[in-house]
């Protein structure tokens, strides 16, 4: 099981974790087309190599906050350490 | 000739003082402590442990150990136990497995005559045309199939759970795995060493040479003073990421095994070498054994193999011609493989050995004894994400390039004496305690407590081990006969060439077309002989054709074992013990455990419709809200309008997805200025709670709104029925309860019984007047029994969830994801008025917005014809007598309070129409007639009741 490094509670299981997937930017839904707004929803990047994804800390500090992780490799780039303000979604 | 005991043997493992009686298919037979079942079975000349899967050869003792394929028996009523690993206990009840109507004489061995139609993909031949004959096909599978008896009615045995978090498992106690988990130990790390065998020690247990039995007695010595902890009879099954490991300890005393889920920093493998069976005609006639078979036997256990012997070896540990004759086993021949000699095959009858033809000579004998060479098991490395790399020289595979956090050592890395063996362990030890400890300070620096720990993370440790040498191993796999190469799955070379010949030449492919590789022993025995069956077939080496991926488990793991303990809590209402004192009939809902009844919940609900019920709705989804921007995250979250909500009052809301699907519903209060209380689904509690964060954090961090979820602190009372108002005056003070004091969607603080805190609200779930009650956890038993006794004249009584669904049905309330699912948008419910498209921004707008031009199915009330039939939820709305799908019932019931069926379902929207006839598919195939009605709800649509 993957180790996931929480900005607050340090690396836990990933099943402490909510996976909140793939971060993207949320259009503008008061102009958006129907085509943007449908890829907003359901397209993904999907990439083998580094992505910028959400996790949500549901059995810790309850806190959602983003990642960069090489879905082919596991490894996490410079996580967010202790105290860090970068812990924004998207 | 048949195996019998010997007398006395430095090595042995059994104790001859403590004799133990069991049963073998029926008979009486005994043995010693320390034996296995199959070399207490063996000492007392049994020769057939087994049959084989498809052609029913009798089969004996391979390997002698936990992988042996032909020692599968039930115990008891525990089945596919290993003989050759399980230690024998008093009273025994053992037997055979796949034999009918008995091991001596065996009807489906008639198959051997037929064996070309259980040729290589027999499973796929045989059994899948014509497809009608399928239930014929799964009788006559399981008829076949070796697993053994299942007895459902034996007692549950206690499976446990560990979780632990050492710096470095080794796994494998031969001598370089404890020197490597001593070294580390040595070092500072917290050592985890985990052994699949009965005791430490690998082959050292069943040498007989002085020097490897005095260093095995100082390895265990040492290992015995150390703070290893070490773990016999256990298996680390599988490496998943980050090395999370799994480990199934077998010999745990409370439990019939445990699971231990380790989260280790540094992971050393050291399996040590399994000895490969040879493939040759006869290889799987009982009297054929592996050298590690012959010494286990004679060294371990005291069991003479046989009596006169050909041993054919291809390297010098395989040699096991001296442990032999010192046996007494009269030693025919010795056949050198190195030299270019061969086996050609064995002669006998079914059920032993008479004869061995080596270089196409004749030698009598009743054993023979197979040292072809070495498997590795690199299973470990492969599930790390390493390929290892197969090494003709030295005829077998070696690591590649696991990650820096795996370390392998021992027989799986190279070969050397014992000395070297045992310095490359200890110096593997010693690096990957150094690595943990930079693992260890890399977690601590991430962790927030753990700041003040400082100092530099120490250099990454490189591996500057003096690397194992490789010796040369002739390239030994079939001799120039078919033979066995998966006993399990009774698969042979001639099968195998088949299925290449047809096209399954890949390893994959034609490991699920002949199932060679998929039996007992997870490919530890046939793997590499299956690779190089098929290299043969495709004219290339074993490196090019490469191996099937090893996946977990590393052993097979019962599902006892992994289901075991469970740790998911188990939620209650503080007022359960009330209702399991009176008679409760409980449901489990996600976490929670709810009343379903108390017996008869159609009384259940014909009281509360008359007099008044009482429903214990704790679970309810409840969520504080403080702060002053609360309006505009109910505005933001649900589909209505909340500004104007005053102090007071209550509103119901729909949430929806950003897809516009509904996600959840609830009522929410507000309490005080900047303080509200919302309400979920009792499944959706968790959802919303994550949702409502989601947001506040992540797009409107400017919002000043606080959450705190409140679901368990409050036990939820629903109060429901014509005398409801009557009841609550009772045990309610402080609160005007006139229709005009506290009307319909109000919220008031209170005093009930006495317990100070309480709010409640007037809503009507169930379509009748109705107060729920929210107050304090620890009082919520005292609130009950107080509603209890105040509303004994008044007829009061409880009632329960199945009471709660039908009386919503009767009023044609839906509930989210039961009659709504994950396509339904918010328009299809029907509730319109509550969808404010000219609100500027919601969660789901868009999607609502272009819904328009959608045709959306509609959720509506339906009625059948027949007042008695009730069709089944899920039962689908077809077109006459065409199976063309127009809807389904997603609620259904058979009303108390109408005495006729109701039901609520999804239509097109054609049919969304008051009087729309519709064609309800039962399950029993019949076809029934239904009204669609012009309201969802069935009982008092016009709301009399629920605003009084
Ligand atoms: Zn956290």
Redesign the interface.
């Known amino acids: 099981m993957l180790l996931v490094p929480c900005p607050n509670c340090g690396p836990r299981n990933s099943a402490d974790l909510r996976y909140g997937g793939e971060s993207h930017a949320r259009p503008d839904p008061a102009t958006a087309s129907p085509h943007e707004w449908r890829a907003y929803l359901y397209l993904r990047h999907n990439p083998a190599g580094w992505l910028r994804e959400t996790w949500y800390c549901r059995s810790g500090c309850r806190r959602w906050f983003a990642l960069e992780r090489n879905t082919a490799t596991n490894e996490f780039r410079d996580p967010p350490l202790p105290g860090d303000k970068r812990g924004g979604a998207a | 000739m048949a195996m019998s005991r010997l007398g006395q043997r430095p090595t042995e493992v059994i104790k001859r003082s403590v004799t133990l009686h069991f049963r073998w298919n029926g008979r009486s037979f005994s043995g010693f402590e320390g034996d296995t079942v199959a070399s207490a079975l063996a000492a007392s000349g049994q020769q057939v442990f087994s049959r084989s899967l498809k052609y029913h050869r009798p089969r004996g003792i391979l390997t002698a150990d936990y992988w042996d394929p032909n020692l599968m028996v039930q115990v008891g009523d525990d089945p596919n136990v290993r003989a050759g690993h399980r230690l024998l206990e008093e009273g025994m009840d053992v037997r055979a497995q796949n034999v009918w109507p008995s091991l001596r004489f065996d009807l489906k061995a008639a198959n051997s005559l037929v064996g070309r139609f259980l040729s290589a993909g027999f499973y796929y031949k045989t059994f899948m045309r014509p497809r009608w004959l399928w239930p014929s096909y799964e009788r006559v599978l399981s008829a076949f199939g070796p697993g053994g008896r299942v007895d459902i009615d034996s007692p549950d045995r206690y499976h446990d759970k560990r979780y632990t978090h050492p710096d470095v498992v080794v796994a494998g106690a031969g001598p370089a795995g404890i020197e490597a988990a001593l070294a580390a130990s040595k070092a500072g790390a917290r050592v985890l060493l985990v052994e699949h065998e009965h005791s430490v020690g690998g082959h050292l247990r069943y040498s007989t040479r002085a020097a490897e039995q005095v260093a095995l007695g100082k390895l265990r010595g040492t290992l015995e003073a150390s703070d290893v902890e070490v773990l016999t009879d256990s298996t680390v099954t599988g490496r ?3 090395n ?1 490991l799994g480990i199934v300890q077998r010999n745990h005393p409370i439990a019939v095994e445990r699971l231990i889920k380790a ?1 280790a920093k540094m992971l050393v493998v050291a399996p040590g070498l399994i000895e490969r069976p040879y493939v040759f005609e006869g290889n799987d006639r009982p009297g054929v054994i592996t050298s590690a078979a012959a010494r286990r036997l004679i060294n371990l256990w005291g069991v003479k193999p046989g009596e006169r012997a050909v041993v054919f070896s291809a390297n010098d540990e395989g040699d096991a011609a001296a442990d032999l004759r010192d046996a007494g086993v009269d030693v025919a021949a010795v056949i050198d493989g190195r030299k270019g000699h061969r086996i050609n095959s064995t002669r006998g009858s079914r059920r032993a050995v008479e004869g061995v033809v080596a270089d196409g000579v004749r030698i009598d004998a009743d054993l023979l004894v197979v040292a072809a060479g070495w498997t590795a098991p690199t299973s470990l490395l492969n599930m790390a994400g390493d390929r290892p790399a197969y090494d003709r020289y030295a005829a077998r595979f070696f690591p590649s390039n696991p990650p820096d956090s795996v370390l392998a050592t021992g027989g799986l890395s190279g070969d050397g004496t014992l000395d070297e063996l045992r310095t490359h362990g200890a110096a593997t030890g010693r690096l990957a305690a150094a690595r943990a400890l930079s693992v260890a300070h890399r ?6 407590r ?2 003040a720990v400082g100092g530099p993370e120490p250099d990454w440790a490189a591996d500057d081990r003096l690397p194992l040498r490789r010796d040369f191993h002739p390239e030994l796999f079939r001799s120039d006969t078919h033979g066995m190469i998966d006993f399990s799955e009774d698969v042979g070379s001639k099968d195998l060439l088949a299925a290449a010949r047809e096209g399954y030449d890949s390893v994959e492919l034609a490991k699920r077309y002949t199932t060679a590789t998929m039996g007992s022993s997870q490919g530890k025995l046939e793997t590499v002989n299956t690779v190089a069956v098929l290299a043969e077939a495709r004219g290339e080496n074993i490196g090019e054709v490469g191996t099937t991926v090893w996946r977990p488990p590393y052993a097979p793991v019962s599902l006892g074992a992994l289901a075991g303990r469970v740790f998911e809590p188990v939620r209650v209402s503080p007022i359960q013990p009330w209702h399991e004192a009176n008679g409760v009939r409980t449901i489990l809902a996600g976490q929670w455990v709810r009343p379903d009844h108390y017996g008869d919940p159609a009384a259940e609900v014909r009281n509360a419709r008359s007099n008044v019920g009482i429903i214990d709705v704790t679970p309810l989804g409840k969520l504080d809200l403080r702060g002053p921007d609360i309006p505009k995250l109910l505005n933001l979250l649900y589909t209505n309008k909340w500004s104007n909500l005053a102090v007071g009052k209550v509103r119901y809301g729909m949430m929806c997805g ?2 516009g699907v509904v996600l959840d519903d609830g009522v929410t209060g507000r309490l005080g200025e900047d303080h509200y209380m919302m309400t979920t689904t009792s499944s959706g509690a ?1 959802v919303v709670w ?1 949702w409502v ?2 947001w506040l ?3 409107r ?1 400017d919002w000043r709104v606080h959450v705190t979820p409140v679901t368990s602190a409050y036990a939820s009372i629903n109060v429901a029925g014509p005398k409801s108002r009557r009841l609550v005056g009772r045990v309610v003070r402080d609160v005007d309860l006139s229709p005009e004091g506290f009307a319909y969607m109000e919220v008031r603080s209170a005093t009930v019984a006495g317990v100070a805190g309480c709010f409640m609200w007037r809503i009507g779930f169930t379509g009748d007047l109705s107060y729920e009650l929210h107050v304090p956890a620890g009082h919520g038993m005292h609130v009950w029994e107080a509603l209890i006794e105040a509303g004994a004249d008044l007829g009061v009584g409880p009632f329960g969830m199945e009471g709660q669904r039908i009386m919503r049905l009767e009023k044609g309330h839906f509930i989210v994801g039961q009659d709504t699912d994950g396509l339904t948008m918010a328009p299809s419910t029907g509730l319109s008025r509550l969808i404010r498209l000219d609100k ?2 919601f969660v789901g ?3 609502l917005g ?1 819904s328009g031009s959608r045709r959306l199915p509609m959720i509506v009330a339906i009625q059948p014809d027949h007042p008695q039939t009730v069709p089944d939820e899920g039962c689908q709305i077809v077109r006459g007598d065409t199976n063309e799908i127009l809807g389904r019932i997603t609620s259904s019931r058979m009303s108390p309070t109408l005495r006729r069926s109701i039901c609520l379902g999804q239509v097109e929207p054609e049919l969304a129409i008051g009087g729309s006839r519709v064609t309800v598919l039962l399950a029993s195939g019949d076809r029934i007639g239904a009204t669609v009605m012009g309201h969802h709800a069935h009982f008092d649509p016009a709301g009399e009741r629920l605003r009084g």
């Not at chain 2, 977690?443 to 927030?448: G, N, W």
């Open positions: 998943y990421e980050d999370w989260r977690i601590q620096a991430r962790t927030a753990a700041r950003e897809d968790g994550e964060e989601n954090q992540t797009e961090p500027e921004n707008r868009p999607e272009w």
